[in-house]
């Protein structure tokens, strides 16, 4: 095999291993990668023949090239509060860390006094919540079920299936919380595939959480 034809051959692998990351920021590295060595290859077998398939290549090349530039000054001037670090080191730590603020600047903390009720029983609720401070029972009938601690999402199984709500939710302390609506969520999640599988893992995490402290009690 000649120079120049593993030149393609070695583009093409680019492109697969590529296509093969969940993360977006390796996809585009992957392609960079590629389109340079197509557009090289295209140039060392015909440069005059096949200028078309040249400049695609570069100009797909060079749009991966500042989208990957942007990536990383939006890392690189990423400056979180504490207790956002709180929630990034303790619940959200395998989330890429901008996709994490982008899920931070669609919701806000709230604040709720002991007594309040969270989520009621058999209702829609317009909001996912996160625990950050305090503790909440969860009720169904007149029975409580468990106690969430800081880190324990309250709704979530609402907010995936999209049905009624299976339990109450009341904070037996005063509580902060994160909360995001639900609509605003949806949206966010719909225009970024990497942060929603993100999220379900977080999902994940704190459904084996909430399950492996209900058979120590």
């Not at 557009?39 to 040249?54: F, V």
């Not at 901008?98 to 600047?105: A, G, H, I």
């Amino acid at each position: 095999m000649s120079f120049v034809n593993l030149l393609i051959h070695l583009a093409n692998v680019s492109y697969l291993i590529g296509s093969g990351f969940k993360k977006i920021i390796l996809l585009r590295v992957f392609f960079v990668i590629g389109c340079s060595l197509e557009a090289i290859y295209l140039i060392l077998i015909s440069p005059k023949d096949l200028w078309a398939g040249i400049s695609w290549s570069i100009l797909i090349m060079v749009l991966n090239i500042i989208m990957i530039a942007i990536y990383y000054f939006d890392k690189g001037t990423l400056r979180l509060k504490d207790d956002e670090r709180f929630l990034f080191q303790n619940v959200f730590s395998k989330m890429d860390k901008v996709n994490f603020k982008k899920l931070l600047n669609a919701g806000n903390w709230l604040g709720m006094p002991k007594g309040d009720i969270l989520i009621y029983e058999k209702q829609s609720t317009d909001y996912l919540m996160l625990l950050f401070q305090g503790n909440v029972e969860i009720v169904v009938g007149d029975k409580q079920v468990a106690i969430l601690y800081p880190g324990s999402f309250v709704g979530e199984m609402s907010f995936l299936t999209g049905d009624l709500t299976t339990a109450m939710a009341k904070a037996i302390s005063d509580v902060k919380l994160y909360a995001w609506k639900k609509t605003d969520l949806i949206k966010l999640l719909a225009k970024n595939q990497e942060l929603e599988k993100e999220m379900r893992y977080v999902f994940s995490s704190d459904l084996i959480s909430k399950l492996t402290s209900k058979n120590k009690q």
